[in-house]
């Protein structure tokens, strides 16, 4: 009897096809809080900034249709320690984008990460999700790395040409290049008169969450084929722009 | 892949695996807390919640294989810790709600037998939580005492003595209904 009782009860409720998004961005806001306060180690420096660069692109407040996106939020892990075959890409985030061994410039391919991002709404219902695939590329005999990241979204989110400038065109697509300097500063940190005049006049961003007080320039170039959005750049890479230009072409280059 | 492989890979922070073990395990997850709960509401708010603790500590759990009794455990607590904030919990429906629409869709015989369960369910809603959440685990999960025990984080004596209690309570609840309050049957 009570077994009965209980299969009855039950039966009034299921899960809604909501609900996983619903966990998703929570989670996502979690790590975002969790990434903001953890202390970093220097040597864990580069992965925060390539995670990071991921996202400048991306516009604090979004207005879609009826629903005001107040952040897009984001999780990424580590997939590949090797160059990822593309059935395994494919399989993984459920798309293909163009991606490479090698860019100009000496820069080799050493990891990988696949990653979900979400747009959500105050109160952290998703908007639009992205999947995206970031390759990571080393420089021979030199500190210097850049990252190239892939997202698939509507291309009404993508915001080209906001915050960013028109550069060159290449094979009909345009390469949208951004150029800033960023402050990256520890969670405690307090800001001093001369960064808020900073900050406020447009010269620098400023970031919370690593372990030491550093300013490095944040460079990326992204362009779009399709419904996939591609950032390429690094920070405190120090990279002319043509040099950026180069690697773009080589992806819109590669089959 | 099976559970433990699932739970391995969520671990490495795969968030594919992490969706499929929640595609396997949402429906018991939610039916089990609205059990608890009687407010569905609730009970979406509370399994939102396990599942993103879950996924957010799940790298804390050193043996894969156990990860039945310990979701079930964080399930559990953060149900328990929900309903010690909202006091007061009402049943989505009332008996007499229950028993004005079976007299409208259902015949007397039906309505009968949905008024006992009905009637068991708001005395099992009445007993404390302990008692309440071993007979859930119990007779709808089809957990083991031994399962019920590391959920619960108590002596396997004291789940067998649970469920002795809380079936010999509910056994007094209903003889007492019916003494004091004649059974209301419409005839269709």
């Not at chain 1, 996939?228 to 120090?238: A, E, H, N, Q, V």
């Not at chain 2, 037998?113 to 404390?128: F, G, P, V």
Request: proline residues 2%; aromatic residues 10%.
């Amino acid at each position: 009897m009570i077994k009965k009782v209980f299969i009855q009860k039950a039966d009034e409720i299921e899960a809604k096809d909501v609900l996983l998004s619903q966990i998703k961005a929570r989670i996502y806001e979690e790590e975002q809080k969790h990434m903001s306060s953890k202390k970093f180690s220097f040597k864990n420096k580069k992965k925060l900034i390539t995670v990071m660069v991921s996202c400048l692109a991306l516009v604090s407040i979004t207005v879609i249709g009826s629903s005001i996106g107040k952040a897009w939020i984001g999780h990424s892990s580590l997939r590949y320690s090797s160059f990822p075959e593309q059935a395994v890409v494919q399989k993984d985030i459920g798309f293909l984008p163009k991606y490479v061994e090698s860019l100009p410039g000496g820069f080799n391919f050493f990891m990988g990460h696949v990653g979900e991002n979400a747009l959500v709404d105050d109160v952290n219902r998703p908007i639009v999700e992205a999947k995206s695939l970031s390759l990571g590329y080393k420089q021979e005999g030199a500190d210097k790395q850049v990252t190239l990241s892939a997202e698939k979204m509507p291309e009404q989110y993508m915001m080209l040409g906001e915050g960013n400038t028109l550069i060159d065109t290449y094979k009909d697509t345009s390469l949208y290049y951004y150029e800033k300097m960023y402050k990256f500063v520890p969670e405690s940190y307090e800001l001093t008169e001369e960064d808020q005049v900073a900050l406020e006049s447009g010269q620098i961003e400023v970031s919370f969450g690593t372990d030491e007080v550093f300013v490095e320039k944040v460079q990326y170039l992204q362009w779009h084929e399709g419904d996939i959005l591609y950032s390429i750049g690094g920070s405190g890479i120090d990279l002319p722009v043509e040099d950026l230009v180069a690697m773009a072409q080589t992806i819109i280059d590669a089959e | 892949m099976d559970e433990i492989e699932l739970v391995k890979a969520v671990q490495q922070g795969n968030m594919k695996a992490f969706e499929d073990l929640f595609e396997s395990d949402k429906n018991r997850a939610i039916k089990t807390v609205y059990l608890m709960t009687g407010h569905k509401q609730m009970a979406e708010d509370i399994v939102q919640e396990a599942f993103t603790t879950c996924y957010l500590s799940i790298g804390k759990l050193k043996k894969p294989e156990c990860f039945k009794t310990w979701f079930f455990k964080l399930l559990t607590r953060t149900a328990w810790r929900s309903i010690k904030k909202e006091r007061s919990l009402v049943p989505t429906e009332t008996i007499s709600e229950l028993i004005e629409e079976a007299h409208l869709i259902e015949g007397a015989k039906s309505l009968e037998s949905r008024y006992e369960y009905e009637a068991l369910y708001e005395q099992i809603l009445r007993l404390d939580y302990p008692l309440q959440t071993t007979l859930i685990l119990y007779y709808y999960n089809e957990l083991t005492v031994k399962e019920i025990a590391k959920v619960m984080g108590c002596f396997e004596g004291t789940v067998k003595s649970r469920l002795y209690t809380a079936r010999k309570r509910l056994k007094l609840h209903l003889l007492e209904q019916e003494e004091t309050e004649p059974r209301k049957v419409v005839r269709v």
